[in-house]
């Protein structure tokens, strides 16, 4: 006999068993039916890009993390380590092709061979659409309303959606005579909430070379709150004065009318000062996603505009925006929220196969429930009937049907209903109906 | 400006446009949901894995195939090859906490290094269903049944499935004491067709020490044809002395009995004692899948029983059966008989940006469209009508929503339907049971 090898996963990996794999799926179908209400198509990619693709664009962080080798064919060759780069090149390769405005989804997993820590994986799922080609308010607009039609159809519970725009924090930078620093400055203010203003101040100073009266205005920009119109009308005199921050105000302005005229309830959708995103990526429209009842677990759907997505690869013009829908964090935050059945089968109904003698009859009345569209499966080997209810309950099905051959011969079937235990006798031809009314689908 | 980088895939890889992805995200679809009806859960497992664990259950061909490499940390890995050994290694690693039976799909890419052909590509999608655990002919019944609903749920025309059962050549061979010649019989047999009697009887001779009488016996079970009932009859005399072969037969009798049962129209599925697949794999049910109107593309669904799942993993018995569905075959038979629509778009309708002004009126146009299940797009940008009605076109969008200052003061707008050509104005309030109605969801 051959020597065993154990069955492991590698570390940072994980497998997905039915109780955590039904959820997801349920949650990247969802995604696919929101994106595609709003036209965006799907796409994929290969997983491995040979290297140069993937180095090309990624920040110094990324490039370390970078699952790479050599293939048969001695190519440098890796596997990709987000969803955007192979947009990128995606977009560059078949531009004439595709024509413009392009709208795509695109759902599927990226490598990082990053440090192991809780809720991180080296393999993980991205679930992305953008549209590339414009600059118009309209796809402002758009990619706010597919993240709050998202959030409704996915049942998260209470959320908030904070956008701001690149251009209003780098219009009071012009006005402060800190254009230059953006980068300090945006980094320091990150800080503000956890380190207090003190700190940051001091940060400000030795970074920035921001002085008292610099870092006050600068505190009274990130800390500006209430409703979007107040945050709006508050940042105008900060920032007014400034070309870039009255025409990204303005802009803000338009998103938020466009958005109440696509259905979004008043106080959805809030103006965050604070939120930058992306330095060095994201020039426009920038949005997190936060969930009411969690808010620590911070942003769930995540994007922006961006004015080149593709320089790397071609000398063709491909701003767009885009946003994100973080997967896991979701799934995380449902399941801490209660928003999760574990249930590990599909299926509504499990049709007990109580006599041996009678495969064809459960075959014939699971055809049946299927028929009617009740998910029905046929336990694979008469064994005694507790055992075959253990099975029921531990998999979660609702429903077990079960006849024997005085029921079978009567026309007859028992449907239990797991959850109360309750049971009542039923006729095979009204079977599906009564399921279907037990499963509060009728 | 630093040197552009190539966009271009890795060769033997490919990019998934809107219009090949939309059908295939059709079909996985389906196949999910095929699968769930019958209790079948989704899994998912890592990419990579343990390079031990992936050449442990392989053959000499698939480990000169594997992507390997070294991880970050100095571990042999390799990219999965397929999914069965990825449900080999996770049934012996979860067996405690799974419980038999456990029933699961497995729709995911897989990596081989092969050399490259027409239609052949180094990554594509497997798509499986397995039931672990189990012996009982309800099993064999239910993956016969499994693929016809498939098929069904597909819409890929007329279709038959051929089954046969290991045991009945087994016991052929006990009959005419070539038992211990399985491999070289099926080897030589299999060019039956093409090669013809006279070619295959030297080989048989040769490989596998067949007198003439023994190769007239093999000839005459190979080509046994009819429906399921006559071969049964037919095979009966040839093979029923033997006990396996007597067994062999009497389970696809039940088998056909079972499927009659579960609602398989006579005719659609049929044995095929030429059958083998898997050698050293399969030991009970094979089955096969052929489209009617194109037989020489070849299965697109197959599978079988085999005795042990995971004997390189662990010492615990795991019989169980399974079937795969060949997505990319499938795709390119359903594109060659004309199943598939061409259209780069999976959106409804195209929502005209005609009044720079009006972007509220068409936002606020297509959320009500789309809360009616319209999938709608409104165009990014306020262009021409005439671009707007070409990329309408370019696309694929069925309908066309047009509403100038004019008729959006009346309350009206026009719907268009683009193959057609026809347009109608109808009230703003109405266009959503227009829309339906024009796409004949009414």
């Known amino acids: 006999?051959?020597?065993?090898?154990?069955?492991?996963?590698?570390?940072?990996?994980?497998?997905?068993?039915?109780?955590?794999?039904?959820p997801r799926e349920r949650l990247m179908e969802t995604a696919r039916r929101v994106y595609r209400s709003y036209g965006y198509a799907p796409i994929d990619t290969p997983?491995?890009?040979?290297?140069?693709?993937?180095?090309?664009?990624?920040?110094d962080e990324t490039d370390k993390q970078l699952y790479r080798f050599q293939d048969h064919g001695g190519r440098d060759v890796g596997l990709r380590f987000d969803l955007t780069v192979p947009l990128a090149r995606f977009a560059a390769q078949h531009a004439q092709q595709l024509g413009l405005p392009f709208k795509r989804y695109h759902i599927g997993p990226v490598w990082r061979g990053e440090n192991t820590q809780k809720g991180r994986y080296r393999e993980f799922v991205q679930c992305d659409f953008d549209t590339v080609g414009v600059t118009g308010v309209a796809s402002d607009v758009e990619v706010v309303l597919v993240v709050h039609d998202l959030m409704l159809a996915l049942g998260v519970g209470r959320f908030t959606i904070r956008i701001n725009h690149r251009g209003v924090l780098n219009g009071l930078l012009e006005t402060l005579g800190l254009a230059d620093r953006s980068v300090e400055v945006l980094r320091a203010l990150d800080k503000l909430t956890k380190a207090g203003p003190d700190k940051v101040r001091a940060e400000l100073a030795e970074t920035a070379g921001a002085t008292d009266q610099q870092a006050d205005a600068l505190f009274r920009f990130a800390e500006t709150g209430g409703d979007a119109q107040t945050v709006l009308d508050s940042l105008r005199p900060l920032v007014g004065g400034n070309a870039l921050g009255a025409?990204?105000?303005?802009?803000?302005?338009?998103?938020?009318?466009?958005?109440?005229?696509?259905?979004?309830?008043?106080?959805?959708?809030?103006?965050?000062?604070?939120?930058?995103?992306g330095l060095d990526y994201y020039t426009g429209l920038v949005l997190?996603?936060?969930?009411?009842?969690?808010?620590?677990?911070?942003?769930?759907?995540?994007?922006g505009r961006y004015d080149d997505l593709a320089g790397v690869y071609t000398n063709q013009a491909l701003p767009g925006i885009g946003a994100s829908l973080g997967v896991d964090r979701l799934l995380a935050a449902m399941e801490e929220l209660g928003l999760v059945d574990e249930v590990?089968?599909?299926?509504?109904?499990?049709?007990v196969?109580?006599?041996?003698?009678?495969?064809?009859?459960?075959?014939?009345?699971?055809?049946?429930l299927r028929a009617a569209g009740v998910a029905t499966e046929v336990y694979p080997e008469p064994k005694k009937l507790g055992k075959q209810l253990q099975y029921a309950d531990k998999k979660g099905f609702r429903l077990a049907v079960i006849a024997g051959p005085d029921e079978l011969a009567a026309g007859e079937c028992q449907l239990k209903d797991l959850a109360t235990g309750e049971s009542k006798t039923v006729r095979l031809d009204a079977a599906a109906e009564a399921a279907l009314a037990a499963l509060g689908r009728a």
């Open 288 to 303: 997190e996603t936060t969930l009411d009842d969690l808010p620590g677990i911070g942003s769930v759907a995540s994007g």
């Open 47 to 59: 997983a491995l890009e040979y290297l140069e693709v993937l180095t090309g664009k990624g920040s």
């Open 344 to 351: 590990r089968t599909p299926a509504d109904a499990l049709v």
């Open 1 to 22: 006999m051959p020597e065993r090898i154990t069955p492991r996963t590698l570390k940072g990996f994980r497998d997905y068993p039915p109780e955590v794999m039904i």
């Open 247 to 277: 025409a990204s105000l303005d802009r803000l302005a338009e998103v938020l009318a466009g958005v109440a005229a696509g259905g979004v309830a008043s106080g959805r959708v809030q103006i965050d000062p604070s939120i930058a995103r």
């Open 353 to 368: 196969f109580f006599d041996g003698d009678r495969l064809a009859d459960y075959v014939a009345l699971a055809a049946r």
